[in-house]
Nanobody, 131 residues
Framework: EVQLVESGGGLVQAGGSLRLSCTAS????????IGWFRQAPGKEREGVSC????????YYRDSVKGRFTVSTDSAKNTVYLQMNNLQPEDTAVYYC????????????????????????WGQGTQVTVSS
């Protein structure tokens, strides 16, 4: 059984930093992509950043480029999202999710096309950025 366990998140002032972690277990294949999604109240889910399980391919949505960095630690089966210069508009529940897609497809497939989204999800963690 695939499990994604998240940690990190919290409350930070604008301009601050947080790091999210997602530890994966149960995958029997290594050709999956894993990424971070977020959903703010009243807004559609959006892909923030995704990475191939081997770490060779990454994707960032435009609004986080230059501020967020996704990385993997294969030895720990953990994916990190380092978030710097956080802004109030980054406030949302952040979810780790994975599926056997290319990272770009994982992150950019619209919920209107695929409402369920990736096959595997973490429990979510709240990120709140105060102004």
């Amino acid at each position: 059984e695939v499990q994604l366990v998240e940690s990190g998140g919290g409350l930070v002032q604008a301009g601050g930093s947080l790091r999210l972690s997602c530890t994966a277990s149960g995958f029997t294949r290594d050709d999956y992509a894993i990424g971070w999604f977020r959903q703010a109240p009243g807004k559609e889910r959006e892909g923030v950043s995704c990475i191939s399980s081997a770490g060779g391919t990454t994707y960032y949505r435009d609004s986080v480029k230059g501020r967020f960095t996704v990385s993997t630690d294969s030895a720990k089966n953990t994916v990190y999202l380092q978030m710097n210069n956080l802004q109030p508009e980054d406030t949302a529940v952040y979810y780790c999710a994975a599926d056997f897609y290319h990272p770009i497809k994982l992150c950019t497939t619209s919920p209107s096309i695929n409402p369920v989204g990736p096959e595997y999800w973490g429990q979510g963690t709240q990120v709140t950025v105060s102004s």
